[in-house]
């Protein structure tokens, strides 16, 4: 495997950066690592344990190095599926392997939903589809909760929440909203309000991302192959949960991955994983 050469696409609203990592003489399909709000960068570790294949990384809109260029505040998995079918155009026009984190699951989803003969094998890894959780009206009311939070107190205090809420063992409270919570001290998190509104989640993906409807008509009709892969460690979970019922609708039971929600991670972002195992699972689910 080379070194990552960046690449830039313009798509309508935005100037997508990726990362190629080329692979000479493998005869398997392109592995593209997407994820939402995560960035290029949150697949480093787990791309280095996929040097026979050739791996394509990139930066969301509005995430990362890919600005936007429209102005918009939010986007949705649909934008985003959009810009992952011109990326797959890009790179020869598929069909890719792809492995898909949290919101990039989601709009993994989409992508296949729309474009399934771009995709031979996409494993969707806890989706945090709230809509499809038994709890779902708790888990809606609790994400616009958050996003509230954030637009009248800041990031600090939202993101004390959007803790509690994804880590929480089991079905969301009816009266999350009303509960007290820790400071943001606490977590490490700025106290202060800096007015700035632009956080790439909580301003740009929350609310689209959670609140998105699938189409699993048109998923179960894909001739894809869709794995829902969900955290040994997470068992309880909102985004687990959420990726089980995903599961369920396509009529799949989901594969258990070591470590958690951020298992492929090394111990660059705080929060390590446990990226050597995971790889090896995720090296499994694809060979079969």
Do not use: W
């Not at 080379?2 to 990592?21: A, F, I, K, S, W």
């Not at 939010?74 to 959009?82: F, R």
């Not at 709009?107 to 806890?126: C, D, S, W």
């Not at 007290?180 to 700025?190: E, I, K, T, W, Y």
């Amino acid at each position: 495997m080379t070194e990552p050469r960046t690449h830039t696409l313009e798509v309508p609203g935005c100037v997508l950066h990726y990362d190629v990592r080329e692979a000479e003489g493998t005869t398997e399909p392109i592995l593209l690592m997407i994820g939402s709000p995560m960035d290029a960068t949150g697949f480093t570790a787990l791309a280095r344990h996929f040097q026979d294949r050739t791996v394509v990384t990139y930066d969301p809109r509005g995430i990362g190095r890919s600005a936007r260029t429209d102005g918009a505040a939010e986007s949705t998995p649909d934008l985003h599926a959009d810009d992952l079918h011109r990326l797959i155009d890009a790179l020869g026009g598929g069909p890719v392997d792809i492995f898909a984190s949290s919101g990039g699951a989601v709009n993994g989803l989409a992508l296949v939903a729309r474009h399934p003969e771009q995709v031979r094998t996409l494993v969707a890894h806890e989706p945090p589809a709230a809509q499809v959780l038994p709890d779902r009206e708790q888990a809606l009311a609790a994400i616009a909760d958050i996003r509230r939070t954030y637009e009248r107190e800041g990031f600090g205090p939202a993101m004390v929440k959007f803790i509690a809420v994804v880590g929480l063992q089991g079905e969301i409270p009816a009266d999350f909203a009303d509960q007290p919570m820790q400071s943001p001290a606490a977590f490490g998190l700025p106290t202060e309000d800096d007015g700035i509104r632009d956080d790439p989640m909580m301003r740009q993906n929350l609310m689209t991302c959670t609140h998105h409807e699938h189409d699993f008509e048109a998923l179960r009709a894909a001739p894809t192959r869709v794995v829902v892969g969900v955290g040994v460690e997470s068992e309880g979970q909102m985004a687990r949960r959420a990726g089980e019922a995903v599961a369920e609708r396509l009529g799949t039971k989901p594969v258990i991955f070591p470590s958690n929600h951020g298992g492929f991670l090394d111990d660059t972002f705080g929060m390590p994983g446990d990226p050597d195992n995971f790889a090896v699972t995720l090296r499994q689910v694809l060979a079969e």
